[in-house]
């Protein structure tokens, strides 16, 4: 019997660094990197972000976008909706010690826009990351509005006002969100809850590598390091051996560093140590129907994951 253990690989397709234009070329060869690299340790399973803002829009919602979002979700992928208002912008109205993310307005807007762009080329966003971990009920209740029912933002532990993100106290494994709480679960099967699945954390402090940037103690290829990273996943393989409790996690990745073969390398181990522990890779639909699967066997259809 397979080990109740999934992680989902999620892919940051951002364009960094922010300062320098990339043409459309030098991006997509970098998706196609990272595009191999999954195909060989995932089997093609992951969520992709569609990356939006202020400095670039549209132009991931546009070809020649769209055919490679096509290829990655043949190969088992999801596509995800990932507004980046602050990083690539500034977004309108923001004061230093504030995020875009808190105007509601503005976020419809662009949510609508993206989900409208991609549903007009047949390709849908099943889910949702804002940049910096944020997100408020308010966008909780825009995504439901849209048809989008999953969310990706959660770090357990990280409190960052400035970025609309509050994650204490959240469940470390996957969960229905409370639609006025988001760090809490749902008890309620019939409100439309979103389903999070947050990042893989080993529970013992919110580190930051940086500024609004998680660390060794979460699963970020760019910003720890292979041992960490090793640790944090032990810590969740251990979680779901001793309370024999499903434990569905994500980590992220960025595909800015491929052809690097520092980042390169670093991926590759751990998806081969996740891969070694017995764990499945699969993309936040699987994940969502692994969970419901789960809970209605256990005779609690929100029945919490960890």
Request: glycine share 8%; charged share 20%; aromatic share 10%.
């Amino acid at each position: 019997m397979d080990r109740p253990l999934y992680l989902v690989v999620n892919v940051d397709s951002d364009p960094d660094p922010v300062s320098e234009f990339q043409d459309d070329a030098v991006i997509l060869a970098k998706y196609r990197r990272m595009q191999e690299i999954l195909a060989a340790h995932t089997g093609g399973a992951a969520a992709w972000t569609v990356l939006t803002g202020p400095m670039y829009r549209r132009r991931f919602y546009e070809e020649p976008f769209i055919g490679f979002w096509r290829d990655v979700v043949e190969d088992g992928a999801d596509l995800v909706l990932h507004p980046e208002e602050d990083l690539y912008g500034p977004g309108p109205g923001t004061a230093p010690d504030s995020t875009t993310y808190y105007h509601t307005d503005h976020m419809r807007g662009v949510i609508q826009d993206c989900v409208e762009a991609m549903t007009s080329a047949g390709l849908p966003l099943h889910a949702y990351r804002g940049g910096y971990h944020g997100f408020t009920p308010e966008i909780g209740a825009i995504l439901k509005d849209v048809g989008i029912s999953i969310e990706l933002s959660c770090a357990p532990g990280i409190v960052w006002p400035q970025k609309a993100a509050n994650w204490n106290g959240a469940p470390l494994s996957a969960y229905y969100m409370d639609p006025e709480q988001p760090a809490r679960h749902s008890g309620h099967a019939d409100n439309g809850a979103l389903f999070e699945i947050p990042w893989a954390w080993d529970a013992k402090a919110p580190g930051q590598s940086r500024p609004f940037v998680v660390g060794e103690n979460y699963i970020i290829n760019e910003f720890s390091n292979l041992t960490a990273m090793k640790l944090v996943w032990d810590a969740v393989a251990e979680r779901a051996a001793t309370a024999d409790a499903l434990q569905i996690v994500s980590m992220v990745c960025h595909t800015y560093t491929m052809g690097r073969e520092e980042f390169e390398t670093r991926l590759q181990g751990i998806l081969e140590h996740v891969r070694e522990s017995g764990a499945r890779f699969v993309s936040p639909m699987q994940a969502k129907a692994i969970f419901d699967d789960h809970a209605a066997e256990q005779g609690a259809p929100f029945r919490r994951a960890n």
